[in-house]
């Protein structure tokens, strides 16, 4: 046992302090901004749901990885597993009020049993976005068109793979491979990203398939075209904003979970080696499965922590250690009036800004503070200063000081 | 039982949908930024922690409210029950690299399996704002700047009732009130707001204390002055921007919690009904209590619900049903591209707009679509328009409509 093991972060969980803090805060709302602009409305549901609700909506496999238990009331009860299910409950509940097509999207976290290891936690932050309740292929179209746009905000450059799952499966049983067998090969072309085609012939010959029907599959996957609803979500997506050039139909792309029924789609970065970014696609039959409700929809998860590892790589999200303009120094203990009321007039001015909080503590050490802490200006108010009604403003990186007035101070500090 | 109990959403938490969800971003943005301009930094702790770390923090009563359970690792986890605790866990763990004073704050939801009834939920957002590691009054003054200028930000009027916890100790003591009475005492004072001065009599006559000695308490209660310190304390925090007339010395207040050990304050809104809407004050044995690090500290807590309940009532929250300015109509299908390429060149401007999803819905139904989302306004573009490169933008409160072009629009929602 590790002493005081529990004053330690559980493993798989993560403390956020500071400038990651910060950075995860931009990142969550360049892509709020995305959603709003493209007309989605934002939706939350509890941590906790009736146990009932999730269970054996993910698999077997997946059922083993809910933080689920008793609560005092004697209620079986889950923590958040995915954002879906959550949602297909809510438009179950609230059906009579909502107004379809329902366009949401959700930004929140979500817990899973998992094996912690590099880059795959036990609590996590999921974006999603959906359209519930249209069937029409402009729907599809402006879920890509959203997805790819939020890279774009960012300043990332999104390559998007499409493919229709129907016409996937369509390919599929045409090698005269049963019903049954279906979703079991779609898993394995899945894998045709990280693994070799022989690797991938493998593991078909062991689920039973002949050598002959994998050659068929595979030389049919590489020639078949895009459907032309395909075609068509792919013109519209075009209009929308989507680069002609990053988007690129994908006859092999086949998506690991069963649900789809139509357009499939997963975005990458070429720059990020750490593999797609998120994906999704139209799922007409899953909230009437979850729920009983029939309800077409399309839509897509953003994987946060890939996204924000790839931005934060390539050096597009805006790092500060502090939310600190200035530091506004206390020069002695009788001239900090004068500072609270240079730190009072810039913050009315509505520039973030610190003032040192102890009038007995040593210029110098104050100047320290602000460099351990990495805010950028230094403001100093000295005896001379005050009687002029000016203050000294330092430059903490390149060391250059200048004296100004406070309203030029402001200026300044506004535009930098 | 309920049918489909499982579908519904569990008592005591909530769904936030469409408006709600906007107006309480809008809340949490305001919030944010105060903190920001005062220099205060994110914190984000996971919603679970050893159940080791929380039990016995808050009382026995409290430990039953604690959501807890054993995880599929035979580990003892349980669900944040507030801020406090999982702060002092990270400063005792980050202690090396923080830079104090440490000027943190962090809005997350916490549980507690409390009853259900009005205004209080199970799962609910806290605002907490701490300085650790400085002693110096300058940083309770600080405090009690952020905290009222959270509402001057937003509009409202706050109250700031202070005392100093010390000295109300000194009053209870020098009644000749044992030392084990004296936390027993502060809390029945503490309901000098809510009970008559003849209820808290009869509560302290039954805590065993002679009538003379509860008339002598009052007495005192009523003729003390503010320390030295709760001066100063109230100047400063005057020249950071708490206006003269909105705080005042209470020496009767007493905060329900055992742990402050100088300055006490709560805020109320004079026009809200619901009661304090946070509050707090100097904490210098606490984290030393909970961690092991001797750490001083001064903070609140500010009541969400509460706050965002009165805003909400005095109109200050902005209320939009829907997050866009306006819906790209499609007049009919083979129109559809003009409509896309309007409401591509507004999202590129930076506006909020939903385009119709569907080029084969009648016009009016798109109407009626934005009418019922509470969209303001409406983009026609017929075959006229679309041959003179207009478009009609039609208000959907006053029914009026005008003829313009892309540029002129752009301009015109972007003003509204």
Redesign the interface.
Known sequence: MVKN???????G??????EE??K??WLIQKI?NTF???????????????E??LMGKYGTEAD?LI?R?????G?R?A?RYDQTVPAA??I???KQQ??F?Y??YQIQ?V?R?DKPQKGRYR?FLQCDAD?VG?S?L??DA?ILAVYF?IYKDIGVNLKLKINDRKQLIDVIKQQGIEDAMVFSVIQSIDKMDKKTPEDITQELLKKGLHENTIKGLFEKLQSVQPTESLQRIQD?AI???VQNDCIQFTPTLARGLDYYTGMIFEGYIPEYEGGSVGGGGRYDNLIKDL?GVDMPAVGFGLGFDRTFEAADQLGKIPSRK???KA?VTIFSPDL??KS??I??RL??S???????????IQLDKQLK?AD??GIPYVIIIGPEEAKQNKLILKDMKSGEQETLTVEKLAEKLKKN
């Open positions: 093991q529990n004053f330690q972060t559980l493993k969980f993560r403390d956020f302090l500071g803090a910060q995860r805060q709020q709003e602009r493209f007309g989605f409305e934002p939706l939350e549901s509890p941590v906790l749901e009736y009932e609700l083993k933080y238990f008793e609560d005092k009331g209620r009860v923590m409950r809510i179950s509940q609230y909502l107004i097509p366009k949401k976290l817990w049993a609590e359209i249209s029409s402009f729907s402006e746009n519209v209009k929308l904003g729920v502090s939310s600190s530091l900090f009036e609270l009321e730190t009072q913050r009315n509505n520039i973030n800004v610190e003032c040192s909080l102890d009038d007995t503070y351990r802490k």
